[in-house]
Nanobody, 129 residues
Framework: QGQLVESGGGSVQSGGTLRLSCAAS????????MAWFRQVPGKEREGVAG???????TYADSVKGRFTISQDNAKNTLYLQMNSLKPDDTAIYYC???????????????????????WGQGTLVTVSS
């Protein structure tokens, strides 16, 4: 049980940089997983990146080499560093979590969201050309 709140979205030009944050509150076990997703109107939700409490990560092919997922346990915050942004990255970005077990770094990203209990309300990222 808990709550997630995203922030850091905005509007940038192609090639720009943004860092998204997801503040977590409530009860998390020592073992947990967290992930970032994105969605645009008329398209399916896309898994972007996942991280487990042990630091293991996974990324969608479309963002490898450009995005980095990380966490700051002292601040109870998840991050998504987004570099070399493209217009195709425009979407609402959501963070999600399963507070009681790991698995975000190992499950396929296209189905990971089905297993995550907590979801934030999203933050909008707009990339113009």
């Amino acid at each position: 049980q808990g709550q997630l709140v995203e922030s850091g979205g905005g509007s940038v030009q192609s090639g720009g940089t943004l860092r998204l944050s997801c503040a977590a509150s409530g009860y998390f076990y020592s073992s947990y997983c967290m992930a970032w997703f994105r969605q645009v109107p008329g398209k399916e939700r896309e898994g972007v990146a996942g991280i487990d409490s042990d630091g293991s990560t996974t990324y969608a092919d479309s963002v490898k080499g450009r995005f980095t997922i990380s966490q700051d346990n002292a601040k109870n915050t998840l991050y998504l560093q987004m570099n070399s942004l493209k217009p195709d990255d425009t979407a609402i970005y959501y963070c999600a979590a399963e507070p009681t077990w790991t698995g975000c770094a190992w499950r396929p990203l296209d189905t990971l969201g089905d297993y995550l209990e907590l979801w934030g309300q999203g933050t909008l990222v707009t990339v113009s050309s």
